[in-house]
């Protein structure tokens, strides 16, 4: 039996999801005997089976992506509760196992995943994904790169109509459920942890208090990182998409007119838009463009 | 022999894991510590506080990188975009060199993130040892295995643990990161002499020693790092230093962290054996 048959055999015998009372189940979701792929590959020792032996490296997978999914998705624990959370978990996980090097992008396909099971969300399916949609959002905008700022000097390089490029780290929401307040409460009571080294991932099986859900309202966030921490900010409807349109690369006047200025005086309109320009500008969100590297 | 290729000639003495909840005692206190070892993956990102915080670690501290995913034991290829950011990490780092674990954990493009063991081949130590040397080509820094903790052997090994890790080394030509925690936990789950495999590693490609603590079950040992080291670990790693004379020492502790000064406190025991002043 060749390296590439036995790490095929292996993989596939502890990617199978585990029994309720977390154990190894006899047989793969495709009916082969477990015991009969364990017999094959593992020895068994004076203590344990070939098949208890293949079952700590089962548990082993299961408990290290489930605590680092939790880890990651505590908002969306708290509003699915903690029963359904580890239930969905396991399936997404099932369907969308790991494809990268790093735990960090292990929730990177949760999103579209529970948009196509939203038999796992009823009765909170919104919010649920608002709720996703802005940890996901979080994760991002807490290691993406970080550009040069662009500073008042570098404008006249931008032309009289310029494109304003984003730093790669924001993340604009337009969300029908105000979860952000809900997540940051959830984050006061999360302790922070990192990938360590090759020690065993005991089953932490993390609970979360029961919440009240947010009522439904209409918010526009800008996701995004500024001396290192990660923040939401709220914004205006018409700033929103003022920023989607810049981020699209549309010119400023472009992206002004894109807004929805009706029932707003000019004069009113206008100095929302210097405000915002300022603040967002004051807070690094502007980076330089190849106009300007150019230049 | 403590400085050698394989550790880019440096003696770089007992250091301990940099971890999150001690972030914030390293920054503000200053603590004199002879180096920190990272998890590379850790900081493979393009930005924000994990790097800010690595540059601030720079500024002060020696730093070795240490990796949790590049499985040299899959038989899938190595990961390019692995490896890229990887050497970006190394050129911030400037790690005199790079560890990571003698194992597989990736089938066909999925990552299972846990170290599982090797059958001990012929066959996987020669394919092993090729992906070895090709990540040292491309990062350009002396890579280093590390022994793992095991729970499971398989009907085709054909040699001994000790004696694998030393035919992938010598077919690589690279280094060793003695994990003699790992040795003790497996050899407690396999049923052999940890001493015999301490003794049977070629000792002039140690580049590194671990130590740890672990947690006993009924049947097996896990290798939790959330204890001390225990006694009969401290004898292994004594006769380690013994064999390979002092060589650069890292406690690792990643489970239920008590404060910096505990676990540099648990480190620091290291040196006693290095000192000969605790006696095997």
């Known amino acids: 039996m060749d390296l590439d048959h036995i790490q095929h055999k292996m993989f596939e015998a502890i990617r199978q999801p585990l029994t309720a009372d977390e154990g190894m189940r006899q047989r793969t979701l495709d009916g082969k005997s477990l015991r009969a792929i364990a017999n094959e590959i593992i020895k068994p020792n004076d203590r344990l089976t070939s098949f208890e032996r293949l079952e700590i490296y089962n548990?082993?997978?299961?408990?290290?992506?489930?605590?680092?999914?939790?880890?990651?998705?505590?908002?969306?624990?708290?509003v699915v509760g903690d029963r359904r959370f580890e239930r969905l978990a396991a399936a997404y996980l099932l369907d969308c196992p790991s494809q990268s090097f790093t735990l960090r992008n292990l929730g990177s396909r949760l999103e579209g995943w529970l948009r196509a099971h939203p038999e796992h969300l009823v009765k909170v399916e919104q919010v649920a994904l608002d709720m996703v949609r802005l940890e996901w959002a979080e994760i991002e905008a807490f290691d993406e790169t970080a550009k040069p700022?662009?500073?008042?000097?570098?404008?006249?390089?931008?032309?009289?109509?310029?494109?304003?490029?984003?730093?790669?780290?924001?993340?604009?929401?337009?969300?029908?459920?105000?979860?952000?307040?809900?997540?940051?409460?959830?984050?006061?009571?999360?302790?922070?942890?990192?990938?360590?080294?090759?020690?065993?991932?005991?089953?932490?099986?993390?609970?979360?208090?029961?919440?009240?859900?947010?009522?439904?309202?209409?918010?526009?966030?800008?996701?995004?990182?500024?001396?290192?921490?990660?923040?939401?900010?709220?914004?205006?409807?018409?700033?929103?998409?003022?920023?989607?349109?810049?981020?699209?690369?549309?010119?400023?006047?472009?992206?002004?007119?894109?807004?929805?200025?009706?029932?707003?005086?000019i004069e009113d309109a206008s100095a929302d838009v210097q405000q915002w320009f300022a603040y967002w500008s004051a807070q690094g969100w502007f980076c330089h463009t190849n106009q300007v590297r150019n230049k | 022999m403590p400085a050698n290729r394989f550790n880019g000639f440096t003696e770089y003495g007992v250091g301990i894991g940099l971890r999150i909840p001690h972030y914030n005692h390293i920054l503000s206190k200053k603590p004199t510590v002879d180096w920190f070892e990272i998890i590379s993956e850790n900081f493979m990102s393009d930005g924000g506080r994990p790097l800010h915080v690595l540059?601030?670690?720079?500024?002060?501290?020696?730093?070795?990188?240490?990796?949790?995913?590049?499985?040299?034991?899959?038989?899938?290829?190595?990961?390019?975009?692995?490896?890229?950011?990887?050497?970006?990490?190394?050129?911030?780092?400037?790690?005199?060199?790079?560890?990571?674990?003698?194992?597989?954990?990736?089938?066909?493009?999925?990552?299972?993130?846990?170290?599982?063991?090797?059958?001990?081949?012929?066959?996987?130590?020669?394919?092993?040892?090729?992906?070895?040397?090709?990540?040292?080509?491309?990062?350009?820094?002396?890579?280093?295995?590390e022994n793992v903790s095991s729970y499971a052997e398989f009907h085709v090994s054909e040699m001994t643990e000790w004696q694998f890790l030393t035919e992938v080394v010598e077919r690589a030509d690279c280094g060793i990161l003695l994990d003699v925690n790992n040795i003790y936990v497996s050899s407690r789950n396999h049923n052999f002499d940890p001493l015999e495999y301490v003794n049977g590693v070629p000792h002039e490609r140690v580049a590194q020693i671990h130590i740890a603590g672990h947690s006993k079950f009924e049947k097996y040992i896990l290798d939790t790092h959330d204890h001390p080291v225990i006694d009969p670990v401290w004898s292994l790693y004594a006769r380690a230093i013994e064999l390979i004379g002092p060589t650069a020492t890292l406690l690792e502790w990643d489970d239920r962290i008590p404060s910096f000064d505990e676990v540099h406190d648990e480190a620091l025991k290291a040196n006693r054996y290095v000192a000969g002043k605790v006696s095997v």
């Open chain 2, 55 to 145: 540059d601030q670690i720079l500024e002060q501290y020696r730093v070795v990188q240490h990796g949790v995913s590049m499985y040299f034991g899959s038989v899938e290829p190595l990961n390019r975009e692995h490896l890229k950011r990887l050497k970006a990490l190394v050129r911030r780092t400037g790690t005199p060199w790079l560890s990571d674990h003698l194992c597989w954990g990736s089938v066909d493009g999925t990552y299972s993130h846990d170290l599982l063991p090797m059958p001990y081949t012929f066959e996987a130590a020669a394919k092993t040892a090729d992906k070895i040397r090709q990540a040292r080509d491309f990062l350009e820094v002396p890579v280093v295995v």
């Open chain 1, 149 to 265: 700022q662009l500073s008042e000097d570098d404008l006249p390089a931008l032309g009289p109509d310029p494109k304003f490029e984003l730093q790669p780290h924001i993340r604009l929401l337009g969300l029908s459920y105000p979860v952000d307040d809900l997540l940051l409460q959830v984050r006061r009571e999360e302790a922070e942890t990192d990938i360590v080294s090759n020690a065993v991932t005991e089953r932490t099986r993390q609970t979360s208090r029961r919440r009240r859900l947010p009522r439904a309202e209409r918010i526009f966030l800008a996701v995004h990182r500024f001396d290192n921490s990660v923040y939401f900010k709220r914004i205006d409807k018409e700033a929103f998409t003022i920023l989607c349109a810049l981020r699209d690369g549309k010119s400023l006047s472009e992206a002004v007119d894109a807004a929805d200025w009706s029932g707003r005086p």
């Open chain 1, 59 to 78: 548990r082993q997978y299961w408990f290290r992506i489930l605590s680092a999914l939790s880890e990651d998705f505590p908002g969306l624990r708290a």
